[in-house]
């Protein structure tokens, strides 16, 4: 028996003639290349795609997600996703569509003094979002920080409490900006992220390499209320940026709760 | 040394004048006592606590929100949330201030025929808001339902793919139907995420039962599309809900992913 | 149409006669009241619960899972645990039973100076496993502490780099020990990973007790091997222990993974 | 400052002479290249590796499980990482060594009757231990599938509950088995796995898939009990396999807790 000839039932009337926002998969997973400006590299990624659906018709065709999902995913970039979600809205004849997708990406970190490099790894993340006159795609990194505390230090004869922080980015960047050179991408919101922080986070740090840190988080206290400021300030004044949120979650040592802290661009 | 001698270096100015949208303590696990129209009952939840700060304080006293939150622990409902969230505010002299606040909840359920009674477990969640002059809440409840796929039983000969599927509503309430008597509450939720499904789901089913269940399920197919729009009417003609988001996620036994949808109301 | 009537497929021969060490129910969350030394709390608990089932049988029956645990989740202890566990075996007339259960529970703890009280959350197991001829019980705390690094502190001019540690001990139990008055408890294992630890965790700390805790930290500095040999050493001298294992995990500042170290009593 | 000048107090003498089972890193994400029978993949993995210490060493060189790490990565098969615990165990002068890592990997699935091609993700996982007279790998994969409930089917007029499924299959190997060519491989377990179930789980299906494998679940009802008894059967009879564990988790789509059976090799 052939697709043709059997009932396809997502075709008929719903009983509710109400639009949905949003339908299709979510929490697939799939090996991706990823685009970055340090080069391509190879992850696993998590996928959530979707389309709006009219009052009129009862459901969309789920497997149409898969097989658009499997035809880029061998180039993940801000172009080939944007491109892919309109793809996807002309292809499943809809009003919107989105593509979400998230993934450990890694970039190679030299330690401060001894100069031997390894990887470090931090959370990416890509959101499309494709109307009849919009067109935007929001770029998320999340990046483990070192954070040391100022009124520690401040009130204490000796140490300060330091904990590993998480700063989250994220930038939404115009249509325009993508297609250019000088779009913003994942590598900028580490660098970004990590300037702020009492020190940037290694894999691999000899024993003068970890002197040098101690040193500098100890140099540089900062509240999670002061790294997300300096990166406001920062995201502020970058062209590329069309608007912004981030948020600061330090894991507290002494405290088995997190401090945090967020401030989104006005909208 | 006391605390009046030590410097509260909070007080002091931050390096970049920026206000802060919200600024606490997060993912701080504390015991409650959950008011639900079905009576009271303990449960271990999670706290995100937050306030605004304005842009020429460094920073906020972490250790007030969990003061805060050992003060309205012993009776969580809609109106002592809210009422914690005004105290916050000012306790803190901020513009605004917001809880969340997430646990598990449990109702009694009746298997259909033994009749035989459990407890079955639902995902919590309500989130406040208060500013200069506004004032709001949303409840949210996370219940598990069997859902079995219209195509699949219309296409076979027999049989049908089922699954578990979770439904999400969001509710936001006003300030008025909070206080008075016919206030929506969670345990209305989980009632209108059942109807909707093919089947509800129970902890402790009986031969006779799971031959009903199976039954009903067969009887009343629904798609993730079906599940939201029917939820969606439904919410729309309340009156006790200022806006809504339905959201449904069918795990698939055909697949590794999930199928879903989500209607948020107009804003 | 009754259960009498419906056939009973479990009962029927298994295709492959192969014993199985353990069936039963997964992940089933149920509101407990758990009896602790410090006294009773009520908290929501995961269950697993498990039966072995001969060569000669197809199938266990589920439902009789969720009943027995309806019986006993009213009070949680040690005791009433393996009695379940002794129950669960007799009436599903089976070789042997188990019981896991894991929840989160809550002590009372007193900052250092000001002596401000509130709750702090720990993670707790209880896991039963009875035989034809044997019975044990294992307690299990997850215990979250500061820690200092000693090289750190060696190395460098000032400072020292600390985290947020998790302490996990295992204790085994014997019969005879839960039995009577003198058994360990989750209070114990909790008391002895923060004793062993740089500092304990508090959730409320006026800026008194923050100073208090960070020279506490920096003058008890302990690398993950120092703190499980501290502990493996009280524990291997505790006469209520037949058997543990412990296992420190320390969520380095300066690195995006953990360094850990565990060891286990000989057995 | 050199390395050479900093004092190395992981060389000082323990407090308490205890010996240390396994101490060194977790929770390391680095991207990987895996050999599988089926070629080559990169995917993104989680490491933990360790060593054993003596009583009389405090502490470990936490940098060199690292600098270890960084060397292997580029081809991931049972041999190299053997052929990197035994290094580790060297450079770290121990007794012991060990290595963890966990990955999604991916496999290409025709559907059954389109024969349209997709990736389905499976989690993996890759355990070394060597001592002074052992070595051992265990390869353990996670398989979805599909589970049709016998009891359900039988009892009811039409219908049967359905439910995605996870089959856990670790399989312990050899020395002189793993360097061989026959011996076991991820892609191994995942048949093993998908044959023992109603049906196997697909990325992709199309309405002529979906009706297949609908009709397939139907005509092949299984309880966990059933499945892994099968596979029990199937790895008993395998001689590239020294000892095995296989676990079945259904995630009941009548309930909101999982049906489970685990079956160990005697030992």
Redesign the interface.
């Known amino acids: 028996?052939?697709?043709l000839e059997?009932?396809?039932?997502?075709r008929t009337t719903?009983?509710?003639p109400?639009?949905?926002?949003?339908?299709?998969?979510?929490?697939?997973?799939?090996?991706i290349q990823l685009e970055l400006r340090s080069g391509q590299?190879?992850?696993?990624a998590e996928f959530?795609l979707?389309v709006s659906?009219s009052e009129h018709e009862?459901?969309?065709h789920?497997?149409r997600f898969?097989?658009e999902l499997?035809r880029f995913c061998s180039r993940v970039s801000a172009e080939t996703l944007l491109a892919a979600t309109m793809d996807l809205r002309q292809r499943l004849s809809s009003d919107s569509a989105s593509i979400d997708v998230v993934?450990?990406f890694?970039l190679e970190r030299r330690a401060p003094v001894?100069e031997?490099q390894?990887?470090?790894?931090y959370q990416g993340r890509m959101n499309t979002d494709v109307g009849p006159d919009r067109s935007s795609l929001t770029l998320t990194a999340r990046v483990?920080v070192?954070?040391?505390c100022?009124?520690?230090k401040?009130?204490?004869?000796?140490?300060?409490?330091?904990?590993?922080g998480y700063v989250t980015i994220e930038a939404a960047t115009t249509d325009a900006r993508i297609h250019s050179q000088g779009g913003i991408d994942l590598t900028d919101l580490v660098s970004i992220a990590e300037n702020a922080a009492s020190?940037p986070?290694?894999?691999?740090?000899?024993?003068?390499d970890?002197?040098h840190?101690?040193?500098q988080?100890?140099d540089q206290p900062a509240?999670?209320?002061?790294v997300?400021?300096?990166i406001?300030?920062e995201l502020s004044s970058d062209s590329r940026v069309a608007g912004f949120s981030v948020e600061v979650?330090n894991?507290?040592?002494?405290?088995?709760?997190?401090?945090?802290?967020?401030?989104?661009s006005p909208q």
């Not at 109400?18 to 090996?31: D, E, Q, T």
């Not at 390894?118 to 790894?121: I, P, S």
């Not at 509240?223 to 002061?226: H, M, P, Q, Y």
């Open positions: 028996m052939s697709t059997l009932p396809d039932i997502q719903p009983e509710h109400i639009a949905i926002n949003c339908v299709g998969v979510k929490g697939l997973r799939y090996p590299q190879a992850t696993a959530s979707a659906l009862r459901g969309t789920m497997s898969v097989e499997s993934f450990p890694f001894s031997i390894a990887l470090v790894d483990p070192t954070s040391l100022p009124c520690s401040e009130i204490s004869d000796y140490g300060a409490h330091s904990q590993r020190a986070i290694y894999s691999l740090l000899k024993r003068v970890e002197r840190v101690t040193m988080a100890f509240f999670v209320e002061d997300v400021r300096a406001a300030s979650e894991q507290e040592s002494i405290h088995n709760h997190a401090a945090w802290a967020r401030i989104q």
